[in-house]
């Protein structure tokens, strides 16, 4: 529908505008396509329902009467088609098809869409399934337009829905995960929804279990970890959906349906995603799989497959997978057969066949459609490509205006033509932004996301090709345009750069120049004045902060219409000259979205306002040239546009009309001359994004517009009425324009043809598309820009450099070469000049400092220098800044982890090792107790010592009868006693046992189970708290040791030194880092390789104290004492005798300076002198080192016996710990045990508060029931009594048949009778369709006949009403009344019929009510029982308590036992003993039984061999008893005597030929009649051929004939007919009126009669009992 809008307070001519239906439409919206006839198909376009003929391919369109259509579907057998409507509560439209009118709107569905829609083949039923928030499944009844019956939350996830062809009370809805059948169940006109979900198996393919929840049958034994609650319970759920999350946790992953399809049988197909094929009965809910995937012996196309799609076909089953083939399956109970496969050029996912089974339609997502006659060809066949994506743009082509060009993103360029046909393609291998259409030449501009403009060649329409590319930016093209008159290309991007191109293919398609915007360029529109050769472009701009939100700025450029050539038309850089161009600023108040050029006019659209506005321009635009000067501009006009934005606007080429287009999918036409009126049109979905862009004509009387994202485009004719002025001017228009482009098309499209294929364009294309930011507005470039930039730390140029790049480059390249020599010498005296300084400075360095210069002095750019220095320091901050954050972050997480782990820790985890053990013992590392921790514990004390003083009263009496030793021992044996049985730990042994811990047998109730956690846990914390106070004296004492093992070492060290003895190792025990972990948390200077950075505080720090110890060494001097005292004693006042080791005595002179002859005898005494003290120092030596081994073998002893007994120290203590750690985990364990009982309580609580709800929620239900079953029951008895009414009239007709008929003779009237009992058999007419074969039965009755049953029924009983059946000698008028009374009874046993079958249906629906009412009792029932079996088991569990006892060693556990009232505790050795006697006799009877097994098996072995001999006996004598009784034939006998057995032979070889021959011969003589007879056959064929040909012609002429004959008989004999009709319903009245009295009267004398006959036949034959008796 077309929707016209009007203001009532203007009027206007614009009230005549007509906007027609739309001419064409192409597209695909989604993959639904449907039959609604044997060669029509559907599907969604847009917001309209296209219609394709298969076989001629012609489309038709119907516009959705809505904001877009969503859910589609269709019944071919009926030609109804149903579709719902895309807004808040929408309805559902149901048409017929071909006359497309509206049968009916379905109302009150939904909230807010529909997910799916499903038609019946058993009647005028509709299901439909609501999205969020209700999720209804409703089925109407879409004749009377009323709901029959509805589920709420019950089409959840719904994918699609179907009936069964069978039976329409069967509804499946395949969800996304699971398979629902709904059965409407029905009592006369009361309808229900029923589920019965299928169960689908696991990914593997087996049968998945049921998760049920567990039984509590209280038996004799109880599990160790107490009651089994199912998962609900344990997880703490509660609530309705509490079962269904446990199911989905704890149970394994099902197959995923993706395609249903109902059988001839009623069972359900159904195919998975991961390659199964299921076959569902819905009355068992039984599944078996047709298709494993999985199994070795599955089909080899199947195994990667999944199925998208499944139809019914009379030769099987059609599968469409993932792939591109498309399978036959031909199912034989389980086994399944391939029969046949087609390939397709891509993938389909949908597949329905035509109502007469003939033809398969298969359709993609993408786009495709796909048909196959399997009776005329096996060849499948493209009957639509429309491709898929959204689309960019769609414009005409100014050159022919019956062909339009559209574009989608996916770089597809198609061409259509004007009946929407398409004509051909091109993929451009691109992401396209933009397109534009030239008006001199027939080829169109694209724009793509990488920056390229590409020019196709449409000249051949089929073939359209490549043949130009130029890349202009980094980013997306987003505007294309040419001026009216075809002379420049404009493009514009967000980069700010619009570049004017040269619209002539003869120009190479040159870029001209650039422009620079004041920002992103939003919106480009032309004008062209022709008289001033002008043409104007308006850009309109915005900046970074108006980049989603429009622009403020419009920038109105204009450029000469003639051939911009020549230098002085740019600069070097490509920037137009200002002589060419013409820039005029204007600012508006708000931002606007898009806008056109009108004549001294702007058209806009403000998203914020939601407004169109008007702005008139200056007349003196031409003289405001100044780039600063900005002009603002108010709304001269302003009215409401578009609701949802942003819009686009087009102005048709008369100027006269502006078209708008917007998100909300409405395209709205108005008068440029006054904006209040406008027509509008639905064109596109609401819901997909509305449209993208529109654009008119040549003439201005045909639109084109994209949808946003539903990816279709539209053809919308406009014919006005009573607006002839305008429709002059515009063909005016167009005319006077077509003449003035002839001559320049004539001209430049040879050019184009001529071009050849671009080559290159296909790399350039196919690349990413880089989104870069551009230069902004430079208009110039500096020549400092890339030293600069070489510095900076920009990234690298893209690969393929633009227009404006190439041109720079190219302006570089031309400098380089024209100042190259210049630049040469500027080198080289740069290079004299580095020279002569760095000679200069090396001079400068080797000068005194007085007279040195600075460094700065050789600087000669210092400005270039501090430049770097700043640039340098600041990428030296800023890396700087990441590490400092690096660090603190590091820092963070070190002072979070020592926070956590080290400072709130109150003991200190460390450990203790042994010297010279493997022994390692750790401490309990503790936090300290929260004051919450001590409240509770305190509490919990007060509260037992409250306790243990109530129940201490009660026995102060006995204790007091005993004297205080007897108590004092009793108590202690009654403490170790407790300790050992009662307490269940080591505890008490350590001495480490709360006083007020509970009993293990006194525990019952949770408070008490809870302190006792608390009480154990206190226990636990004094175990380690004590355990940590000897592992810290052991600490000490090993920190002692060590000490003292250091001074030893120390005296060791000194010793070894002076014995030289310095390739021993010397042992010297230290911490390690578990015993020491404080060293952890500090970092050592060693720990660190890389140079420490110094600040420059640290620096002068640094440096200070250098200085302070350099005038301190000064200040102390040369000092002659302390060297002399160095030089002479070694700095030592005292030789110590230690140092006698180093003592050496110096040998006389003489002994150095001569021999032994030549000595004196004064020489020779001083010589024994000298001896003597030698041999004297060395046993003095020899003592001495004797002295320091032994000495250094003490010390050593010293440390070995020191760390030896702090080993055993520490062994002691590892065995403390080791029992502290069994009474920890004992206690731990005893923990764990109360803590799963708490948990377990608190199980069986929720298990009954979901089992209370549970029953709370079946007795509601109950009630239900129970008031539906007796609400039905009061229906069923009602319609009963009715029911018994109707079989009483129907009675009454037969008795008063004679009475009716009393004025007839009596027999007569028994032959009138005969005649009144026969009914007519009603055959079945078939007709042509008929006999072809359905894959699908007859459809069955459901609860009522047939519509037509009783009219069949009526039409066959004229036959036997014809005056021909009338018996001889009857009157007419009798006749007649018989007739109406036989015809009336027949109506009431018709009547009859159809009440008693209703009312087996109420009878059986509701049986079913008391089936589900019975079914709620027993659940009821199940609900208690399970609910007091819970009780029972909670009772037990609470008195059964689980204790936990420590056995000695030597003790054994038992097998659990109920009654321990006999066992006896025997010691272990009395055990053993028995032990050692069992296996003694154990092995006495294994021998003997060895023995008795040897020799049974030697007899067995022997009578076995007995058997084997008599058993060949018997064979050898039947053998000899066949040979003496064997009797051979006369011809065995004879070849056994005849010797010559190849003369025999060849004679049966001969005979074998001469028959064949004679088999041939007749063969061939067969062949010969047949191929004769088959060649008559033939030309009989085509004789009857040629005869049926001009019988057709003859019927088609007469048929045509007929129908004018008929026409004109009906409407001369409609009032003659109206009056007979009149006349014979009276006489039939008069007629059955009087059939009726003679019905009743021949009837009483029926009755009569048949008394009469009764009581003759009594009379004259006596009964069977008085022969018996006689």
Known sequence: MFLITFVPTVAYFWLCVCVTASRWTQGFTNQTVEFVDNRTVCYVCGNNICFLNLETKGQSVLQGPGRGVGALTANGNTGVFAFSEQKLSPSIFVYIFPELLLKNELKGGAQLDYTSLALSDGGPYLGCCSSLPDHIITVWNWETAEPICSQPQAGKDVVSLAFNPMNWLQLCALCKTSVTVWNIEKSASFHVLKPCVIELPTTDGSVAEKHTSTSYT????????????????????????????????????????????????????????????????????????????????????????????????????????????????????????????????????????????????????????????????????????????????????????????????????????????????????????????????????????????????????????????????????????????????????????????????????????????????????????????????????????????????????????????????????????????????????????????????????????????????????????????????????????????????????????????????????????????????????????????????????????????????????????????????????????????????????????????????????????????????????????????????????????????????????????????????????????????????????????????????????????????????????????????????????????????????KVKGRAIKGFHSKHEVKNYALRERTESEVEELHRVQNTRRIEMAASSCGLKKSFNMHSPKEDEQGEDEHTAERAAAVTGSFSAELGYSNPYIYDQFSLQTTGQMISQIILLQDVIYRIKTSFNAEFEAVQRQKLQELNRVKDRNRLIGDIMQKLDMDNEQLWEPSLSCSEWPERLLTVDDSEIKAEKFLTAEQKREEERKKLEEQRRLAAKGDNSRERALHDMMEGMLEVKEEDILKMEIPPPEFVLTRDEDQWSEEEKKVYKLYEKKTKALSEEKDKYKKLLETEMKKLQASNREATERFDETLTKLYKKKFKCEMAIYQEELRITYLLYSVLTEEEMRNRELELKLKLERTLAYKDETGEEVRRHEEEVELFHEAYDVVVAEDKVLDKDFRKDFLDVPAHVVDHLYKLFKRRPRLQKLRTQTDSKPNVLKEQRLCGSLAPDALGKMLKAVEELDAPENTPEGLNTSVWERFCLVRRAKIESEQKVKEKALTFAEMQAFLQKRRDENKAAEEEIKNLSDELESLHKEKNRFMMDVMVQVVLKQGQVSTKTASDFTDAVLLHMSVVGDLNRTIRTLAEQKITSMVECKDFSKGTIQLGWEKEVMRMQIEDLNNKARDIRMLHLSEAQQDYLNKIDRDSRASKQISILEKTIAFQEKTHLHNVQQRVKKIEQFNRQAAKKESENMSLEQELLNMQVSGAEMRNIHEAIASQENRAATTEERFREIVQKKNLEDLARAQAEDLVLLWAEVERLRRKNFPSLDQLKHN
Not at 307 to 335: D, E, M, P
Not at 351 to 366: I, K, N
Not at 649 to 664: C, E, F, I, T
Request: proline share 5%; net charge negative.
């Open 218 to 905: 209280v038996g004799d034994q109880l599990s160790y970890f107490g009651p089994e609650m199912p998962p609900s319970a344990i997880a703490g759920l509660k609530g309705i959906e509490a079962e269904s999350i446990a199911a989905e946790l704890f149970t394994k992953a099902r197959l995923t349906p993706t395609a249903i399809c109902w059988t001839a049988t009623s069972e359900l197909c159904v195919g998975c995603e991961q390659g199964f094929l299921l076959l569902v009965d819905p009355e068992s809910l039984s599944v078996s799989v047709i298709v494993n995937p999985t199994t070795p012996d599955a089909i080899s196309d199947q195994r990667d497959s999944s199925f998208r799609g499944l139809t019914l076909n009379k030769n099987g089953l059609i599968a469409v997978g993932k792939g591109c083939s498309v399978h036959c399956l031909q199912i034989k109970g389980t086994h399944i057969d391939v029969t046949q496969t087609w390939t397709l050029e891509g993938p389909a996912t949908h597949a329905t066949h035509s109502p007469d089974h003939e033809t398969l339609l298969l359709s993609s997502d993408t786009g495709q459609i796909y048909v196959l006659n399997s009776t005329r060809s096996d060849k499948v066949v493209k009957v639509l490509d429309v491709l898929s994506g959204n689309f960019v743009a769609a414009v005409f082509l100014p050159t022919d205006e019956n062909i339009s060009v559209s574009a989608r993103d996916s770089g597809e360029l198609q061409l259509w033509s004007a009946d929407g046909v398409c004509l051909g393609s091109l993929s451009l291998h691109a992401e396209v932004t933009s397109l534009a259409c030239c008006p001199i030449a027939r080829y169109a501009a694209v724009g793509t996301s990488s920056g390229s403009v590409l020019f196709v060649d449409l000249n051949r329409e089929q073939k359209p090709r490549l043949v130009h590319q130029t890349q202009l930016y980094h980013c997306p093209v987003d505007h294309l345009v040419f001026d009216q008159e075809g002379h420049y290309l404009l493009t514009g991007a967000s980069d700010s750069h619009v570049y004017v191109i040269d619209a002539k293919p003869s120009k190479q398609f040159s870029v001209i120049g650039h422009a620079v915007a004041p920002g992103a360029v939003l919106s480009l529109s032309t004008r062209c004045i022709r008289d001033r050769e002008q043409v104007k472009v308006l850009a309109l701009c915005g900046g970074p902060e108006f980049k989603n939100q429009g622009g403020r700025l419009l920038t109105l450029l204009s450029l000469s219409a003639k051939d911009l050539t020549g230098p002085d038309c740019a600069d070097r850089h490509g920037c137009l000259s200002s002589h060419v161009l013409r820039v005029s600023r204007y600012e508006v108040p708000r931002p606007l979205q898009s806008c056109v050029l009108g004549v001294s006019e702007v058209f806009g659209y403000c998203h914020e306002k939601k407004s169109l506005q008007r702005f008139q321009l200056p007349e003196d635009t031409d003289g405001l040239t100044g780039q600063q000067h900005v002009v603002q501009l108010n709304p001269q006009q302003e009215v409401r546009a578009h609701p949802l934005g942003p819009a686009c606007l087009a102005l048709s080429p008369h100027h006269l009309w502006l078209a708008s287009v917007g998100r909300d999918g409405l395209l709205r036409i108005r008068a440029t001359a006054s904006l209040e009126l406008y027509a509008e049109l639905q064109c596109h979905s609401c819901r997909l994004g509305g449209v993208r862009s529109v654009m008119f004509s040549v003439d201005g009387l045909t639109l084109l517009t994209a949808g946003f994202r539903d990816g279709s485009v539209m053809c919308t004719e406009l014919r006005m009425k009573g607006v002839d002025a305008q429709v002059i001017t515009a063909a005016q228009h167009s005319q006077s324009l077509g003449l003035y482009l002839k001559t320049r098309f004539t001209a430049e499209n040879p050019v184009l043809i001529d071009l050849p294929v671009w080559k290159q364009g296909r790399c350039a294309v196919t690349g990413t598309s880089e989104r870069s930011e551009g230069s902004g507005g430079a208009d110039s470039l500096d020549v400092t820009e890339p030293y600069e930039s070489f510095h900076s730390p920009a990234l690298a140029p893209p690969s393929h450099p633009t227009w404006l790049e190439g041109r720079r480059e190219a302006v570089m390249k031309e400098e380089n070469e024209k100042h190259s020599e210049m630049k040469e010498n500027l080198r080289r005296t740069v290079s004299e000049l580095r020279r002569s300084i760095q000679e200069l400075m090396r001079e400068n360095e080797n000068l005194p400092a007085i007279e040195r210069l600075p460094q700065q002095e050789f600087n000669l750019d210092a400005e270039e220098q501090k430049r770097l220095e700043v640039m340098v320091e600041q990428e030296v901050k800023r890396v700087r800044k990441e590490i400092e954050r690096e660090i603190l972050a590091k820092c963070y997480l070190r002072d979070v982890l020592k926070r956590e782990c080290w400072d709130s820790m």
